[in-house]
């Protein structure tokens, strides 16, 4: 019975977390057995056809409860057509300092998003990959769900 309760906030926690801003690229990766170590870098293909656009491009982070810090690290690589290949670090802030989480949650899921671009215009179109390194002390490091790129046109 405990198993179906737990199924049902985690469906209802998708349909929530789907609703908003329409992605015009959206892309999560899972982390196997919730363990993200330094070799495993999610990788992401996104085809820009207009380079008049703006965009805001989004980080999404899934942990558990269990995560061992209130923050976490990543490197964001990017390349593509007339963008130097470029790698930028941010902070993910994960907890207030009560101990309190951020983002959305449901059960033992929180749901992260980090804005690093905002209003951004690719410089060409054509292919730009990203992708996501943890840059953390620990490694790996424990109890992340999965990790993606949002990309939402302006």
């Known amino acids: 019975m405990k198993t179906i309760g737990y199924n049902f906030l985690v469906i209802i926690f998708l349909m929530l977390t789907s609703c908003g801003d329409q992605a ?3 892309k999560n990766e899972p982390i196997k057995n919730r363990s993200w170590a330094y ?14 656009i703006k965009y805001d491009v989004f980080v999404n982070l899934r942990h558990t409860t269990h995560y061992g810090f209130s923050n976490l690290f990543v490197l964001v690589h990017e390349k593509g057509p007339q963008l130097r290949d470029t790698a930028f670090r941010h902070e993910l802030k994960l907890a207030e300092l009560d101990g309190r989480w951020t983002g959305k949650g449901a059960g033992s899921l929180f749901q992260n998003q980090l804005l690093i671009k905002e209003n951004f215009t690719f410089p060409d179109t054509g292919v730009y990959h990203f992708a996501i390194e943890q840059n953390m002390r620990e490694n790996p490091l424990k109890e992340i769900s999965d990790v993606g790129l949002k990309i939402v046109q302006k």
């Open 24 to 26: 015009f690229y959206e």
């Open 39 to 52: 070799n495993e870098i999610p990788q992401f293909e996104v085809h820009i056809t207009d380079k008049n």
